[in-house]
């Protein structure tokens, strides 16, 4: 139990360009998702919460125009990098929280690896 | 503003020892506490969750927490070359968000 899935798993584009990654919650309802971005050999730093039915909450420093956050349904969260540079290339991972016994756990999906030429 | 400490590593152990992994926080109110592995180029994964003060156990797994002295580890026992990876420890508070340590690099070797 408790799998997410992302996707896609790696992704190259182009500067300028938008990229849009999924996460799905497959075996569980997820009220809350979070989406995290790590560089390499540095820890997960959390760029928003995502709450289903209602606007995303940004951490400090993050742009919230840049990386939009839809949580349309209790199973699926999307990210969109708008206007992609070379400098937004990393390790984007997103997580579902479970709700019940061990109501903040946090479950991780795989990650989806972006490279922006 | 909440921190979780965690001594970078690397760790190296023989196969077959005890790991010992260590992770202190700041948050006196911190009420759940985490521990991901987390192997190179993947994401982490979820190994222990606890709670209370005291050891949980959990195959080769034993998580110890100590509220008073605001400092949560890992045991692992009957260490393999396949737990080299690095161990993340993650602290919330009442359900929020999750704050992470910047990570124990584990190797063990045959």
């Known amino acids: 139990g408790a799998v997410v899935s992302q996707h896609p798993s790696r992704v190259i584009c182009k500067s300028g360009t938008s990229v849009k990654i999924e996460c799905r919650s497959l075996?569980?309802?997820?009220?809350?998702m979070f989406w995290y971005r790590q560089f390499p050999k540095k820890s997960l730093m959390l760029m928003a919460t995502?709450?289903?039915?209602?606007?995303?909450?940004?951490e400090q420093g993050v742009e919230k125009d840049k990386f939009l956050i839809n949580h349309a349904s209790l199973t699926l969260s999307t990210l969109t990098v708008t206007s992609a540079h070379p400098e937004d290339s990393s390790f984007y991972i997103c997580?579902?929280?479970?709700?019940?016994?061990?109501?903040?756990?946090?479950?991780f999906g795989p990650g989806t690896r972006l490279t922006v030429l | 503003q909440k921190e979780v400490e965690q001594n970078s590593g690397p760790l190296s152990v023989p196969e077959g020892a005890i790991a010992s992994l260590n992770c202190t926080y700041s948050?006196?109110?911190?009420?759940?506490f985490f521990w991901y592995r987390q192997y190179s180029g993947k994401s982490p994964e979820l190994i222990m969750s606890?709670?209370?003060?005291g050891d949980k156990e959990d195959g080769r797994f034993t998580a110890q927490l100590n509220k008073a002295s605001q400092y949560v580890s890992l045991l692992i026992r009957d260490s393999q070359p396949s737990d080299s990876a690095t161990y993340l420890c993650?602290?919330?508070?009442?359900?929020?968000?999750?704050?992470f340590g910047a990570g124990t690099i584990l190797r063990v070797k045959s």
């Open positions: 606890i709670y209370s003060n």
């Open positions: 075996d569980f309802q997820a009220t809350t």
């Open positions: 993650a602290v919330s508070t009442y359900g929020n968000k999750l704050v």
């Open positions: 948050d006196r109110v911190s009420q759940s």
């Open positions: 995502s709450n289903e039915g209602s606007k995303a909450t940004y």
């Open positions: 997580s579902a929280k479970t709700s019940g016994n061990g109501a903040d756990t946090q479950y």
